[in-house]
C-alpha cells in the first residue's frame, strides 16, 4: 500500500479482555518494527520482524503481549488479559531492510492504535 | 548502548523567531540520527536524518541539524518558526548493535508556536 495502516485506530476494552492489533506494513517493506507510546512519553520499541521472524522481542514488558507477522507482511500484536496501565498508542514502523550499514534505513510509522483499557 | 536526551520537554516561540530544539546522544557507534515530528493526531513523520554524511543536515519545511561529534549533539534548528510548526519533535538514534535499525527515542519536545 501506499503507507503503513494500523488498524482499529481505536480499542476501548474492558480490563482482562484480549486485544489484537493489525498492521499493514508498505508493500515490499522487508523490516517491520512496533512501538508504544504512553501518554506524555517517548516511543518504547517492543519488537521488530525481518520477514517473518523476530530477531529481537526484547521490548514485549510481559508474556502476556506477543507478535507475529506473515507472509512477510501484516502483523499482529495481541495483548492478553489487558491491564489498564497497556493503555497507549500502539506504533507500527516498517522500512525497506532492517539495520543497513550507511544508515539509511528509514521507517515509515503508521498513525497507530490508540488502546483504552478501563 | 545508545541513548538519546532532549533537553527541553517544552519549547514556546513567536511566530517568525527562530526555533532551537535541543538533543544530545550517547553511542558506542557512529550514529545515525534523525528528527522526527508528530502533529496532534498524525503519525510520525520524518524530517531529517545524519548517515555520516554531510554534518549540516537540511531537512523538510525549513528545518535543519547539525551533527557535532565533539559535543556528541544533534540540535534542530529553523531561521522562522510557523504556526504549523507546532508539534510534538523527537530526536532518535538508531541501534546499530545486531545492525536492526531499531530506533531510540528520546521523551520528546513540545514545541508552542505564538502569533
Known sequence: GAGVSQSPSNKVTEKGKDVE????P????????????SLGQGLEFLIYFQGNSAPDKSGLPSDRFSAERTGGSVSTLTIQRTQ????AVYLCASSLIAGALSGANVLTFGAGSRLTVL | AQSVTQLDSHVSVSE???????CNYSSSYSPSLFWYVQHP??????LLKYTSAATLVKGINGFEAEFKKSETSFHLTKPSAHMSDAAEYF???SDRTGNTGKLIFGQGTTLQVKP
Open chain 2, 91 to 93: 530526536c532518535v538514534v
Open chain 2, 41 to 46: 493526531n498524525k503519525g510520525l513523520q520524518l
Open chain 2, 16 to 22: 517568525g523567531t527562530p526555533v532551537l530544539l535541543r
Open chain 1, 26 to 37: 508498505i508493500s515490499g517493506h522487508t523490516a517491520l518494527y512496533w512501538y508504544r507510546q
Open chain 1, 21 to 24: 492489533l493489525r498492521c499493514d
Open chain 1, 84 to 87: 489498564q496501565e497497556d493503555s
